[in-house]
């Protein structure tokens, strides 16, 4: 069998991140991914005639941890296209407004929602702070929005803009994740939809992310799925699909949350983790690009949640064609690569566009993700965060699923992988004298 200080499992952001630490240090470190490329959730690729993110996509400076990497590496930035209208849908019913007049119609709810995530997270990478979470724990955000004094077309849009950022039906996106991430963002809610949707690599997420993998001397192994850990006397032996063993001091699992259950464990995952496992993320969603005919100027369409999509955005022109990308609630009801269902998707907000063609990756069909971004459920912010994150004997967690800050994003996936190879480190290190 070969034998290495520390196994990764997963080649996205987390595990990449943790295996170039640990390499760096002299740890001899191998990953091993069960796609034939890296990115896990990330993933640049070529379609409808330039190279788009099929997946995770915008970074931002107000995101400490992926910000250095960007810094490391000389990636540059540039925005996304300033809208110039907004259309949204309140009460079956089209509307179209400036986006002045649409923050107008959203902040009441959004200004409450932003001044009260200060006071529940004061401290945004202390998720847990709080001791008496427990009381809000429990609500959705479609929860939240029922109780405040609200007009019926502000109550419907913000929470459909809340079911975007979760891409999942608010009635099961938890508030407290919403709060987290206002919270990230100091409470100011205009300056969270910059950071979550407002700046895109230039290069692309695959540029960033081969330039970890470049920068570090683990080994990587594509195409290895992993299928049970065992510990005994102290070390790990990991076996792959095809039946080969790998033994390890330390195993840093970089899986998504929904997908944890695949792996054997011996000895078995704490209930708790098995528990998160089984009730799976909110995010249940869509991602898709489409191309329509001619110069279409920036705009931002929002629907309900009970739209095949929620969201619609211009981002690139190619060839006379403008790129728009688009965000559902519920893969299940839309396939992102259905032309005929998109269309019809898009007639929401307007009917005036000529579609050419759409692209776009079920993640939720991925046998290797059965999620998008990760975003919690009421309640799993106490019942299973600090359980998450404990360590299984030799093996480790990272990925954007367990971060305690920017969880859902990058900077998450980065944070945690960074925090698991610290921890890694320290065991391989042994006690201090």
Known sequence: MDSYDVVV??????????????????????VLEARDRIGGRTWTDERLGRRLEMGGTWVHWLQPHVWTEV???????????????????????????????????????????????REWFPLPYEPLHRADLDQIDHLSVADYFAKIDLDPAEREVTTGVWAEHFNGPAAVSGLTQAMRWCSAASGNWPLLHQATSGYRLVEGTGALIG???????????????????????????VTTADGSRITARQVICTLPLNVLSSIDFEPALPAAKLAASAERTASQGLKTWIRVRGEVAPFTGYAPDDHDL????????????????????????????????????????????????????????DEFSR???????????????????????????????????????????????????????????????
Do not use: C
Not at 86 to 105: K, N, Q
């Open 71 to 117: 810094t490391r590496y000389g990636q540059r930035v540039e925005p996304s296209p300033a809208s110039q209208a907004v259309h949204w849908i309140a009460g079956g019913t089209r509307h179209e407004s400036s986006p002045e007049e649409f923050d107008a119609l959203i902040s009441r709810g959004m200004d409450r929602l932003a001044r009260e995530s």
């Open 9 to 30: 499992i997963g080649a996205g952001f987390a595990g990449l991140v943790a295996a170039r630490e640990l390499s760096l240090r002299g740890h001899s470190v191998a």
């Open 310 to 365: 929620t969201f619609v955005h211009p981002e690139y022109a190619v060839e006379g064609d403008t790129l728009l990308v688009a965000f559902g609630t519920r893969a299940a009801d839309l396939a992102p690569d259905d032309v005929e269902g998109v269309t019809r998707a898009l007639r929401a907000w307007r009917d005036d566009l000529e579609v050419v063609d759409v692209a776009g990756h079920n993640w939720m069909a």
């Open 211 to 237: 330039a970890i993998a470049a920068d570090s001397n683990a080994e990587l192994r594509l195409g290895t799925a992993v299928t049970s850990i065992s510990q005994d006397s102290g070390r790990a032996t």
């Open 371 to 433: 999620e998008t971004w990760p975003m919690q459920r009421p309640g799993q912010l106490t019942k299973y965060l600090a359980a998450l994150q404990e360590p299984h004997g030799a093996v480790r967690f990272a990925g954007s699923d367990l971060a305690t800050g920017w969880a859902g994003f990058i900077d998450g996936a980065v944070e945690s992988g960074l925090r698991a190879s610290r921890s890694a480190h320290e065991a391989l290190r042994g006690p201090r004298g």
